[in-house]
């Protein structure tokens, strides 16, 4: 970065909430609010007009989807090189975890933790880290992610959607095996297929989705059911109500 203040334009559709969060942000003297919205739409004339080193952005706004008004403005990497996320909902934790943004609060957030998130933002110019480019972003949160952030141990670790072999159902959950580990995740099945690309994923069964490009070799098991065999080893079944999918993958 070739300045020492951080540009900061506040994105946040609640008076309040964006009110508390400027008052947090002047509370800091290297930091210069350059732009406040409450809009998708207002977001973006906002990025257009005022450059910034970092946006606070609510993830859930009116108007205008926030990550189609990023990638419709079309920025450098080094116009917005990092977010903070902020929303009230605790369900879109995991979604902005699977992006390299700094942090993800959930208000209310106090001074203190708003001041973490800016320290880490801090933290990244000093070390001169480059920017997360606005396309790697919208892909990363979009409906078909190629990487995804998941908990292991304490922490949580990024992963290669495409390294995915299959992913099986496990109540309120869902385990993924992933080059001879795995990981619990906590999204059901169905909310993984919706954003897995249904040309690389499949699901064969209402427990199971598989990486098709991991299969070896699918068997007759019985008159209507199929066993799915993968490069690992690993059998899986293609249930009859799914039976459908090996038409489609013959040729």
């Known amino acids: 970065m070739a300045h020492e203040r951080i540009r900061v334009s506040v994105a946040e559709d609640d008076l309040l909430a964006r009110e508390l969060i400027v008052t947090y ?32 952005l609510d993830i859930n706004m009116p108007g205008r989807d926030v990550f189609e008004v990023l990638a419709a403005a079309g920025l450098a990497a080094d116009s917005v090189p990092y977010v903070v996320f902020t929303t009230a909902y605790d369900k879109y934790a995991i979604r902005a975890f699977e992006v390299n943004a700094l942090d993800f609060l959930l208000k209310p957030f106090t001074a203190t933790r708003f001041a973490g998130a800016l320290e880490r933002v801090r933290r990244r110019f000093r070390a001169h880290s480059q920017a997360q480019p606005i396309s790697q972003l919208i892909d990363d949160l979009g409906r078909r992610p190629k990487r995804l952030l998941v908990p292991a141990g304490p922490g949580l670790v990024p992963i290669a959607v495409a390294d995915i072999d299959w992913i099986k159902a496990e109540r309120d959950y869902s385990r993924l095996y992933v080059k001879g ?19 690389q994923f499949a699901r064969i069964h209402r ?21 799915v065999i993968l490069h690992d080893g690993t059998v899986l079944i293609l249930s009859r109500t799914r039976a459908q999918l090996l038409r489609d993958w013959k040729i």
């Open 25 to 56: 942000l002047k509370a800091h003297h290297d930091v210069d609010v350059v732009g406040q919205c409450q809009t998708g739409d207002e977001l973006f004339e906002r990025l257009a007009e005022a450059p910034a080193d970092l946006i606070v």
């Open 181 to 199: 580990r795995t990981y619990l995740v906590s999204r059901i099945l169905t909310d993984l297929e919706a954003r897995l690309d249904a040309e």
């Open 207 to 227: 427990s199971a989705i598989v990486n098709v490009s991991r299969i070896s070799e699918v068997k007759p098991q019985g008159s209507q059911r199929f066993r």
